[in-house]
């Protein structure tokens, strides 16, 4: 995702070296000595800018970190060489800061200074001196005062926007153009203090350009070296013994510069336990002390933490590619090709797309160049094949991924669920009113049974040695893992509150509102009702159930041949029958998916009863374009770290559905009002064609269509979970123009045509060549029949959303007013049957393959005589 010109001898000029903002908590729990800790060191202060560096050599990144205190914010120089000719087409400051907004939760306990608004200033200073400098004003970095790059502007924009880096330009006024000089140009970004979670940013990359884009400034460019930082720390020292006691130990920490309150939680509860992300995601030495002093620890004490990290993690291999601001497992070419341990590293910011036509030729296995889209029709097919494997690891996305940091808890549950509990803790375990749960014992448990199993011949990540029994053993403690920690919160999404007693998410909520301050809340009570506190709650279990599955993977070199770990075990037999892909991930169990605000969100209802809120967070409300990108991008990371090995549909660890619905979602929200819009929703759209092509091939497996001797509820029957479940969500109505007795519908890839011409068609036959393999192959006597008085599913079975059955007889279809046809439907929802009938006409009527159509009609008139 580059439209700068980055590769352009990138010439530019900022100074420091690659850092980031770690996130808001430490470790788990301890029994290390405690250790006094002093009162936060001093910053810098006010507006006291650096001096100009001596060399003129741009160090990338520049990072802007400090303690947070809105009292002293901090203040970085850069510097910028022009030539004599190009001081006059300067027109622009271009550049790539990762988190210049602030994203999380607002704070809500007692502080010492008022949380900070705007994150970020910047101001060019020219050639005007440091001692002269103090009448220049800084300007806030705001979505009004820089412009941003499309997709970052129409997705969310900088304050909860969708993109943790974004590209963004300041337009040079006449006074500031006055001020460049040939040779030195002094540009200061300062951080103007933490909203409690944040302790600042980084600029990755940094430009003076003229109206075209092009960068004037002659500083040669260097990257920082975090490989020497961490070979220069890898030996044993006092400091480094100090730093594991700082590391691991409990209550040490304060919870920001501007919230003294000490956290139960250390440095290792909310990071990998032994911090090997930091070290993995190459933070730099002065982040990690930045990060130590915004928790109340001093200078001293945040480098004994790097000395500690540096030399315990020395063994953790150095991936150049690895970086805070570099989304983890983001997809890209040739990933697969690379050894195993560069994968988290994903294929970098760059590898995220922005047109539509490379979107749609890295789908299809074509080179993403700037030649016209031509897509064949063996092209399509070979892709759009439900026994073939889309590779969603190197598969080019246009959607940027979280970052590290977003993964990390803000909260962690053992401030969440502290000991002293009526029902308990987080520690201990607890008793709610849906019953007991320990996810920290049963996380203890998996990371001993791995440790404990390693393959003797030493190889790190082969797992192949284990026996079926074992397979089986260790499949059956991870799929319940996951669930333990989503039942401990208890309920459901949206819908966290016990019908009779209190689940856990509420007692959470309960304990995070005891603390709050009514003049840190006042100002935004919506951010801060119960339903809010249920929100952080939830975050704080879920994102510690993903870090801990991070942890697993990387520690015991879990992201291999997903056959290992993931199958059907016969015990009669005993042997194993593996599912899965070369690479991933084996927890199918709440994974990353559920850090979508889609799935951490408490509904809010009026006293009637109404749904007023849903689908994300409380202070989300006033940028939801923001919060569904977001959730867009777990739940597609889902499909890249683990789409869950052909198991059941509609169940975890990818809630396809949700994955489908909310690529919708965004593209209605976003729309299509201007170009930029546009390429977005198309962006979003061809995100939906590609989740339509993976979940067919995940589908593509042996759960039976229906088990008609259980008798139990057709909600327990295994069908529920097979193909059957996933036909109207493959069914070929999702890829023409509709219409229904109740409204018409446009088909979300008809705008195709605009970027190569009857590629819609070519795409409707895949999709054709799609649906005969998975259903045109079974028989319809192996199928449930539709009973419309059964609501078991909670709704009539006919066109209830988990219907997993075909209508006992045809219907007509209705006559529509333009001399077509149109589905008949109730509550807007139509039949399998008429969905089949409707399907057929309207793709004959396209001109659809003959000979798929001819497959697939036969089949219908086998299913409805």
């Not at 030729?361 to 094949?385: I, N, S, W, Y």
């Not at 899965?580 to 991930?585: L, P, T």
Request: glycine residues 10%.
């Amino acid at each position: 995702m580059d439209t700068s010109p980055r590769h352009r001898t990138s010439r530019a000029l900022v100074h420091l070296a690659a850092a980031v903002l770690l996130a808001a908590c430490g470790g788990g729990g301890s029994d290390r000595p405690a250790v006094d800790t002093p009162a936060t060191a001093p910053a810098p202060s006010p507006d006291v800018p650096s001096p100009t560096p001596d060399s003129n050599v741009l160090t990338l990144p520049l990072e802007v970190l400090g303690d947070g205190s809105p009292l002293a914010p901090l203040v970085v120089d850069a510097r910028l060489d022009l030539d004599a000719a190009n001081v006059a087409g300067a027109a622009r400051l271009w550049f790539r800061c990762h988190r210049c907004g602030f994203f999380g939760a607002p704070e809500f306990e007692a502080t010492t200074q008022k949380p900070t608004v705007v994150k970020a200033s910047v101001r060019v200073l020219g050639g005007t001196a440091a001692a002269d400098a103090g009448g220049i004003p800084w300007v806030d970095i705001t979505d009004t005062t820089v412009i941003l790059a499309d997709a970052e502007r129409v997705q969310g924009g900088l304050t909860r926007g969708g993109l943790y880096t974004t590209r963004m330009s300041l337009a040079l006024d006449t006074a500031t153009k006055a001020r460049l000089v040939a040779g030195a140009n002094r540009v200061q970004f300062r951080f103007n203090g933490t909203d409690g979670e944040s302790n600042g940013y980084r600029i990755i990359d940094l430009q003076l350009q003229d109206t075209a884009g092009a960068s004037l400034a002659t500083n040669p460019v260097k990257r920082a070296d975090i490989a020497a930082e961490k070979a220069a720390g890898a030996v044993r020292t006092a400091d480094a013994d100090a730093g594991e006691s700082l590391w691991h130990g409990q209550g040490l920490l304060a919870k920001s510069s501007i919230v003294p309150r000490r956290m139960k939680a250390a440095c290792a509860s909310c990071h990998a336990e032994d911090g090997r992300d930091l070290q993995y995601f190459n933070y730099s030495d002065n982040a990690i002390v930045q990060r130590s002093r915004f928790h109340g620890l001093t200078p001293a004490q945040g480098r004994q933490i790097a000395a500690y990290l540096r030399y315990s993690q020395r063994a953790v291999p150095h991936v150049a590619a690895a970086a805070p601001w570099n989304p983890p497992y983001q997809p890209g070419a040739g990933l697969d090709t690379k050894p195993l341990s560069e994968w988290a590293a994903g294929a970098g910011l760059d590898a995220v797309l922005e047109t539509p036509a490379h979107a749609l030729k890295a789908l299809f296995g074509k080179p993403v160049d700037g030649t016209p889209l031509a897509l064949t029709q063996a092209e399509v097919d070979r892709v759009m094949d439900a026994s073939a494997t889309l590779n969603a690891r190197e598969v080019a996305m246009p959607l940027q991924y979280p970052d590290w940091n977003a993964w990390l808890p803000t909260i962690h549950p053992l401030d969440v669920w502290p000991a002293g509990g009526a029902a308990g803790s987080f520690e201990a375990g607890v008793k709610f009113s849906n019953g007991t749960f320990n996810p920290a014992a049963t996380a203890r448990k998996i990371d001993t049974w791995f440790t404990s199993h390693r393959n003797p011949n030493g190889v790190f990540g082969d797992w192949s040695h284990l026996t079926p029994a074992e397979r089986n053993e260790i499949q059956g403690m991870l799929q319940p893992s996951g669930f333990e920690a989503y039942n401990f919160l208890g309920g459901g999404r949206g819908d966290h509150i016990g019908p009779t007693g209190d689940y856990g998410a509420q007692v959470g909520a309960r304990n995070l509102a005891a603390l709050a301050s009514t003049a840190t809340t006042a100002g935004d009570p919506a951010s801060f009702t119960t339903n809010a506190f249920i929100e952080r709650a939830v975050m704080s279990l879920l994102h510690w159930n993903a870090v801990k599955q991070w942890q697993w993977a990387q520690t015991h070199g879990l992201e291999g041949d997903q056959k290992w770990f993931i199958g059907d075990y016969d015990a009669a037999a005993k042997t194993w029958k593996g599912r899965g892909e070369a690479r991933g991930w084996p927890f199918n169990t709440v994974s990353l998916f559920f850090l979508a605000p889609h799935m951490l969100y408490q509904t809010d209802r009026d006293a009637s009863g109404k749904v007023t809120r849903e689908w994300y967070l409380a202070w989300e409300r006033n940028n939801t374009v923001g919060s569904y990108y977001r959730t867009n991008a777990w739940y597609q990371m889902q499909v890249s770290v683990n789409p869950g090995g052909q198991g059941d549909w509609v169940n975890f660890s990818v809630d396809w559905p949700y994955l489908t619905g909310f690529d919708e979602v965004l593209a209605n929200t976003v729309g299509t009002s201007t170009p930029a819009h546009l390429t977005a929703t198309r962006l979003s759209h061809i995100r939906l064609l590609q989740a339509r092509i993976k979940s067919a091939q995940f589908v593509n497996n042996a759960v039976p269509l229906w088990v008609p001797a259980d008798t139990r509820s057709i909600i327990l029957n295994r069908g529920r979970y097979s193909r059957g479940n996933a036909m109207k969500h493959l069914s070929l109505v999702n890829f023409v123009d509709t219409a229904t007795t109740q409204g018409n519908g446009v088909a979300r890839f008809k705008d195709f045509d605009q970027l190569q011409p009857g590629l819609h068609l070519k795409l409707v036959n895949g999709a054709m060549q799609q649906f005969n393999q998975l259903y045109a192959t079974t028989d319809p006597a192996a199928w449930r029949r539709c009973d419309p008085a059964n609501t078991d599913l909670g709704e009539p079975e006919p066109t209830a959303g988990f219907g997993f059955c075909l209508d006992r007889a045809r219907q007509p279809l209705a006559a529509a007013a333009n001399g077509g046809y149109a589905m008949n439907t109730t509550d807007y929802r139509a039949t399998a049957e008429q969905k089949q009938q409707y399907g057929i006409w309207k793709v004959t009527q396209m001109g659809g393959d003959a000979a798929r159509l001819k497959t697939w009609n036969d089949w219908v008139a086998k299913a409805w005589p």
